[in-house]
Every structure is written in structure tokens, then in C-alpha cells.
């Protein structure tokens, strides 16, 4: 028998304006699934943006996707230099044509999921509560699913971090500014929630309408995959993003695969 989440619906329905799920008109198999598990949550399907309809050269062309800019980035962080994903452009651009209708209908806080998303089993209504209340006024962006990646700090990192890089900062390394370096692990700030570190995942976050407009300055044209910018205006101190303690959402990957690799439902390995 499937856990009642109508308490926790009831709270989100109250603190956003609005609430929507990102998914493809084709993905109709993710719709049936994510009904069930939502009924209660009083949200609107937002159509993202369907890769396999498009090229990145036709992006290019129309102005939504900066070649050049993706691979010079991934230079500046010593990535492999090449494309972005064309599935991943085309999910960036879902979620900024959303911070699009977020600014054009005056919303202020807006709670956004994805398609694929499940509900951890342990979260409480307190927690939850607690977090939404413990956001200070000007928050930018809202955590409320994430993965694990930089969950925690290991020792070596934080020996780095104490005595290494303040030195190699003075000698005039600049990469190696310990503010960034802190802030790519989780802080904490309050009973319930953390100050973002450097997380990966867009499955479930809330936005505000600040947060909204910085992240579609920075993606016009897209240049990351949506994920990544976001944590890099985290890292960089540009967004003020927080995340909860207790994940509400997390991703349901044992029945529904990524499809950002391939655009196909392939199974993906746990």
C-alpha cells in the first residue's frame, strides 16, 4: 500500500505559487506514472523541449545553443572538449523557457519537477515545514531532491582546503580560492536545511523569481547542461541555493532510465 503523501502535497500546494512537472509530449508511459504518485499536488505539465526533433546545428542557427561558449567552458574546467548532449541542451532549454513563463506570470516561488522523480519514504511534514520556514527572504533556489555527488567533505579536502590552497591562493593560484572550494560541499545553516554545495540533478527544486532570472541570463543561449549551471553560479557564490537536510524527492531510476544519453528508455544501471 503506497505511503500518504497528502499532508506533505498540502504544504507545497500553500508555499509555491505555482507548481509544475517537466515532461515530453511522447513520454506518455512517465505521465501515466508520475499521476499516481502526485495525486494530491496541484500542478501544471509544463511540454520541455524534445531533442529528437531538432540538431544541434539547427540550435546554433536559431540562437538557442552557443557551440563555441560549451567548449571553451569545458576548457576552463579542464573537461573533455566537446558538445553538450544534444538531449542535454534540449532539457536546459525546457527548464529555461519555464524561468521564461515563471517571470512572464509574476511568479515568485515556484516548485519544478521532472518526469522521473519518486518520494522518499522517511521525510516528515515537520522537516519539511521547518526547511520552507527557515529560508531567509532572498533566496534564490530550493533543493528539494539532489544526488549524492559532494555529499560530504573527505579529510583530505578538508586538509586541502585548512592549509594547502590559502598558500597556493597567495602565490597567486587563483583556482584554488578555498571560498570555492568550500562551497562545492554542503554547509550547514540551519535544523533543516543546508547552503548548497556543488549538487547534480534537476529533478525537483524550488526556484524563486530572482533565482529564475539569474540562471536565464547565464543559459541565453545555453552553454551548460542546466544542472551544471546551476552549480557553478553556486559555486561561484552567485546563487543563493539551499537544500533540504531530508530529501523529499529523489529519482526513480529502478523503473524509469535516464534518457539524456540516448533519448531512449534504456535500461540504466543503479
Known amino acids: 500500500m503506497n505511503k500518504d503523501y497528502s499532508e506533505l502535497f498540502k504544504i507545497l500546494n500553500e508555499f509555491f505559487d505555482k507548481i509544475y512537472v517537466v515532461t ?15 495525486t494530491g499536488l496541484e500542478y501544471e505539465i509544463h511540454w520541455g523541449f524534445d531533442g ?35 538531449n542535454s541542451v534540449a532539457c536546459t532549454i ?26 522518499e ?5 515537520t522537516s519539511l515545514i521547518g526547511g520552507l520556514n527557515e529560508l531567509p527572504e532572498n533566496w534564490d533556489l530550493l533543493y528539494l531532491g539532489y544526488l549524492d555527488n559532494n555529499s560530504s567533505k573527505p579529510l583530505s579536502v578538508k586538509i586541502k582546503q585548512k592549509l594547502l590552497h590559502p598558500l597556493l591562493l597567495k602565490l597567486g593560484f587563483i583556482r584554488y580560492d ?37 540562471l536565464l541570463r547565464y543559459q541565453t543561449p545555453v552553454s551548460r547542461e542546466i544542472d551544471v549551471a546551476i552549480t557553478d553560479l553556486c559555486l561561484y557564490g552567485f546563487l543563493d541555493a539551499y537544500s533540504l537536510k531530508n530529501r523529499l524527492f529523489s529519482q526513480n531510476r529502478k523503473e524509469l532510465a535516464s534518457t539524456i544519453e540516448t533519448g531512449e528508455f534504456k535500461p540504466h544501471p543503479i
Request: glycine share 4%; no cysteine.
Open 24 to 38: 515530453l509530449k511522447r513520454s506518455q508511459d512517465r505521465q501515466e506514472y508520475f499521476k499516481k504518485i502526485l
Open 52 to 86: 529528437t526533433q531538432t540538431t544541434l546545428e539547427e540550435l546554433v542557427d536559431k540562437g538557442l545553443y552557443n557551440s563555441h561558449l560549451a567548449k571553451h567552458l569545458k576548457i576552463l574546467y579542464k573537461t573533455p572538449v566537446k558538445d553538450v548532449v544534444l
Open 94 to 119: 525546457s527548464h529555461t523557457n519555464l524561468y521564461k513563463k515563471i517571470l512572464d506570470e509574476s511568479y515568485h516561488r515556484v516548485l519544478i519537477l521532472e518526469d522521473d522523480i519518486m518520494l
Open 121 to 125: 519514504k522517511q521525510i516528515s511534514p
Open 178 to 214: 578555498p571560498e570555492i572550494t568550500k562551497r562545492r560541499y554542503p554547509r550547514d545553516y540551519s535544523e533543516n536545511l543546508d547552503l548548497s554545495g556543488y549538487h547534480m540533478g534537476t529533478h525537483a527544486y524550488g526556484i524563486t523569481s530572482s533565482g529564475a532570472l539569474k
